[in-house]
């Protein structure tokens, strides 16, 4: 495990990538709130995390909160996700879903970091992200193949945390009152 920094190119020229196609959705402030972050040494990309994971945050002793981004899951989101071929969803869907999910992740594991302990409510949290991203302007003025590969993503990435919202908590799927 390690900080994302300039010695560990690979990895630093992705996460610059995802900030970017953060920002591409209409959340300028997410991908800024990502780089300080980033800057203060509390996201670090982990070589091990399981293929379970995007990304996990840990607190210790409330002295150290960091953000671990599984390494596959930030060089290939797509190979993360798809872990067995699917021919039968086109390549632009599935970029589109696993660049979601991954963004998803980051801001679910932030809900964490900001003090929500409840997995339910930071699922909540990751899917009111959703929504903004459907409602944003950027996703509006795509051509129309592209909006289409977007919006699947977006129902997939939506549809997968809702389960997993419900697995983790044994709840319905219903949002938190």
Known sequence: MAPIEAPRREELEAFEDLRSRIAGMGDAALADRLERLREAREIWVAPRLGPERWAVFVEALSLVKRIYLRREALLDPVAHLYRTPRPDIPRAYQEAHARLGLAGALRHELAHRDGMRDEAAAYDAELAWYETVRQAAPLTRMRDE??????????AAVLSARKARETANGSSGAPSP
Request: proline share 0%; glycine share 10%; charged share 50%.
């Open 146 to 155: 592209e909006r289409r590969a977007w919006e699947w993503g977006l129902d």
